[in-house]
């Protein structure tokens, strides 16, 4: 049962165009969202994250929106460059008992190709 | 600098060899991870370790034996190597207080049992 799901596999967005990746969760007790990107032969790297109690977060040309009711958050690129062609994963954690956080569940992953 | 590193990042044997997977961490993090990337590329959770302590075990065969000599180090064991067991290992670290649960992942090792 896939707790964090990514269901386009791969996107194709031109250089200076907006990229929104998304992913949609079932757990209501996740509490903390991450993005991660990951270049072949490479370990998936931190983007960017959110924490349930707000809806946006931004940095730089990255901003990760999240909709608590629909179980949805995305990923906004602007604008997006040939050197952000990579797969995305979006994870999502619960904060345990003793306050600090569980593992991570990630999704299966979106591959942006960015083309010049 | 590497903050995780792995070793050895391809790894190619036969069924039913025992192989070792290391890892380091010099973050000084308290807390290491095990994924396992499959061929669909989902990556999955296998273990985690607190300052040398089991804290998360998903429903992995008892094949595979994590080992964490110092809570910089996370070592993963697999007897009785089978075919399913080719994939791409994930070894990563994070602070155990923060809420955010970060993680800081190494570059993988690529595991093929032929």
């Known amino acids: 049962d896939q707790q964090v799901k990514q269901n386009s596999p791969s996107l194709s967005v031109q250089e200076g165009r907006i990229s929104i990746l998304n992913c949609d969760y079932t757990n209501s007790m996740f509490d903390y969202f991450l993005w991660y990107k990951k270049y072949p032969a490479e370990g998936p790297t931190f983007l960017i994250s959110i924490s349930s109690i707000k809806d946006k977060n931004e940095d730089g040309r990255f901003t990760v929106f999240l909709n608590k009711s629909a179980k949805h958050l995305s990923l906004h690129i602007v604008p997006s460059q040939p050197g952000d062609s990579a797969v995305y994963f979006c994870?999502?954690?619960?904060?345990?008992?003793?306050?600090?956080?569980?593992?991570?569940?990630f999704g299966t992953g979106t591959r942006l190709q960015v083309t010049l | 600098d590497t903050a995780v590193s792995q070793t050895p990042k391809y790894l190619v044997t036969q069924m039913g060899n025992d192989k070792s997977i290391k890892c380091e961490q010099n973050?000084?993090?308290?807390?290491m991870y095990w994924y396992k990337q499959d061929s669909k590329k989902f990556l999955k959770i296998m273990f985690s370790y607190n300052n040398k302590e089991l804290i998360i075990n998903e429903t992995v065969p008892n094949r595979f034996s994590p080992k964490s000599p110092d809570k910089a180090h996370l070592n993963l064991h697999i007897n009785s190597l089978e075919l399913g067991d080719s994939a791409v290992y994930f070894c990563?670290?994070?602070?155990?207080?923060?809420?955010?649960?970060?993680?800081?992942f190494g570059p993988g090792t690529r595991l093929t049992v032929l």
């Open positions: 994870a999502a954690s619960a904060t345990g008992r003793t306050g600090t956080a569980s593992k991570l569940t």
């Open positions: 990563a670290s994070s602070q155990a207080r923060t809420r955010s649960n970060e993680q800081f």
């Open positions: 973050l000084g993090h308290d807390t």
